[in-house]
């Protein structure tokens, strides 16, 4: 596609559930990244793929968060048992960022609110 | 925990005022990119700056990287209302594509 795409925009959820929140990055891009923003807030850094890989999972907040990204395309990030304080907007970001190089921009989708009640 | 601290946090200015944001950390990045986000959406990157020292001009914004690598400033010119939005900094530590932002400045110009 033209740009990064997640889905869904919205979710509401409530305490305990299960979410899935899915990017569609864009094509050809090798690099993925997950974030958190709280309202006010810049992005908190949660995961960044290299391909199929987690190169660093380092900003998961617990084991109740994880992501996937089976065919170095598309990523999933789940939530086990969700917390009113998971609630956030989630956004997913890609780069063209072979291995070896750095800086490169990071393109952002729009990203997923979820909402806990 | 923010690697990456900004000033101010809010800024409300007239249209044609200047204004000057300040990103600071105690890290040292090998380089360090300016965002604007607005309302509904993703951060937009405005500039990267990769080299200590470093000043580079887009159109009335001028960004500098500190000469130690560990700061940098945006400095916006007779703002517009076009420019309102979150200012973010985001610093990559160690050449490893990995992206610290900062706590974001909100910028309202005000026509």
Redesign the interface.
Known sequence: GAG?SQTPSNKVTEKGKYVELRCDPISGHT?L?W?RQSL??????LI?F?GTGA??DSGLPNDRFFAVRPEGSVSTLKIQRTERGDSAVY?C?S?L?PRGT??????????SRLTVL | TQLLEQSPQFLSIQEGENLTVYCNSSSVFSSLQWYRQEPGEGPVLLVTVVTGGEVKKLKRLTFQFGDARKDSSLHITAAQPGDTGLYLCAGEENNFNKFYFGSGTKLNVKP
């Open positions: 990064v690099a990244y974030y006010g807030q810049g992005p908190e850094f960044y290299q190169a660093d956004l970001a780069s960022n750095s800086y490169g921009e990071l393109f952002f989708g729009e990203g």
